[in-house]
């Protein structure tokens, strides 16, 4: 990747805005997206899918587009499988209203979701008494196959696990879960929001049913998801919201369903996010997925190797920075996650997350207050992961364990 170019395509980096290691929350956005979001409100500010006129036409084309692209960039070769949701929670929530799960049935999460994977099955479970069982992690946080095994069997119905852990940055084998889901009788539900910024995603090759993603990971715009599905899995599931858009005819007493997409699609929808969807994955392609899988390596190595000497430094997750996706998550003795992210913003204008990350189960179990957590992408260049590492050494120096021993 030539570096330089790429950096310059990214607004707030031109302006020297500071070094962003919070890309697991929110990315940076470059131009392309950005243009690509305005263009539609300069010039085509209309609906798609219903009225006939020019400016119109041009929406449903691009949405038809971006549908397309989407297909194509995940491979596989069927755009009416991707549903435009306003984020991965919709998504996933989309799954779990609709897929007709009732009471006596079980599904699998593990101990390590993010609240968006865990909480719309914590309620289903209290309203329609489902049934939840978890696959425990390993020590270090990684996915145990052995404890997945052990809790799969012919009550459980759907299986709904992260790709990436967005504490840990551990990666589960989906691949591997799928067969063993299948082989039960279960379907297969991805919360890809963390992985697929990362990694070249082959979705057919995967045999995954259901895979959600979160746009604004992956360098498009804030509230803007997808919702990927087989289509006889989408077929099959009911829509969370219904309305204008998602009927193909409705009478005073009776409604014909849509096929998908446009039965998920209730409403007008966020075209500009659409447009700037489309954009942010044609640049991720340009980007080549493979090449910013190595680069996000590179710096995850770099991380550990030049916060060694950092003291009072632990880190959570495992200690290959090859087993993590673009996430370091860690706690300096004697400060709080929140101090180390204000403190670093305030002095070294670094921007870091700071919390439980919405992964409350996993620092509550572990009894762990929160983390703090930089988070990189391929923007990021290894003179940033030096500075971010002289500055904690410089904060735990000053703050850390020295106040404490
Ligand atoms: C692993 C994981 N799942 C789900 C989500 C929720 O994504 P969204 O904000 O797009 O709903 C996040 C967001 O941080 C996440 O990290």
């Not at 910013?292 to 000497?309: A, P």
């Not at 993590?324 to 997350?353: E, Q, V, W």
Request: proline fraction near 4%; glycine fraction near 8%.
């Amino acid at each position: 990747m030539d570096m330089a170019a790429l950096r310059n395509d990214f607004p707030t980096i031109r302006k020297g805005e500071g070094i962003y290691l919070d890309s697991a929350c929110q990315s940076l956005r470059p131009d392309k997206v950005i243009k690509a979001m305005t263009e539609y409100y300069e010039e085509f500010p209309s609906c798609g899918g219903r009225s006939v006129h020019g400016m119109s036409s041009k929406v449903s084309l691009i949405t038809d587009e971006a549908r397309e692209t989407a297909a194509g960039f995940f491979g596989t070769d069927d755009p009416d499988c991707y549903i435009f949701t306003k984020n991965c929670t919709e998504a996933i929530n989309t799954v779990a209203k609709g897929f007709g799960l009732r009471k006596g049935d079980a599904v699998v999460t593990t101990d390590t979701e993010h609240n968006s994977n865990h909480v719309p099955w914590l309620l289903l479970s209290e309203e329609s008494g489902v049934r939840r069982k978890y696959s425990r992690s390993k020590d270090n946080g990684e996915f145990d196959i052995e404890s997945f095994k052990s809790i799969i069997g012919k009550d459980v119905r759907l299986v709904s696990v992260h790709h990436a852990s967005n504490v840990t940055g551990c990666v589960v084998p989906i691949k591997e879960v799928a067969e063993i889901a299948h082989d039960a009788g279960a379907k297969v539900l991805i919360d890809g929001s963390q992985a697929a910024p990362h990694m070249k995603l082959d979705l057919k090759k995967a045999d995954v049913d259901f895979y959600t993603m979160s746009m604004h990971k992956m360098l498009g715009p804030s509230g803007m998801g997808i919702l990927y599905g087989k289509r006889e899995c989408l077929d099959d599931l009911k829509p969370l919201t219904a309305g204008g858009g998602t009927v193909g005819l409705a009478t005073y007493d009776s409604v014909d369903l849509a096929p998908i997409p446009d039965k998920f699609e209730a409403g007008l929808q966020n075209y500009s996010g659409i447009a700037g969807t489309k954009a942010a994955l044609e640049y991720l392609a340009d980007a080549d997925m493979d090449e910013i899988r190595k680069h996000d390596r590179m710096l995850m190595r770099s991380i550990f190797k030049n916060t060694e000497d950092v003291k009072g430094l632990t880190i959570i997750g495992p200690d290959d920075p090859d087993k993590r996706c673009g996430i370091f998550s860690f706690n300096i003795r004697g400060l709080s996650p929140h101090d180390i992210a204000m403190m670093l913003d305030k002095t070294d204008n670094i921007m870091i997350r700071s919390g439980m990350h919405c992964a409350h189960p996993f620092f509550h179990s572990r009894g762990i207050e929160g983390s703090a957590r930089a988070s990189v992408y391929l923007y990021n260049e290894e003179k940033e992961i030096e500075r971010f590492a002289a500055a904690l050494e410089k904060l735990s120096d000053a703050f850390g364990i020295e106040l404490y021993i």
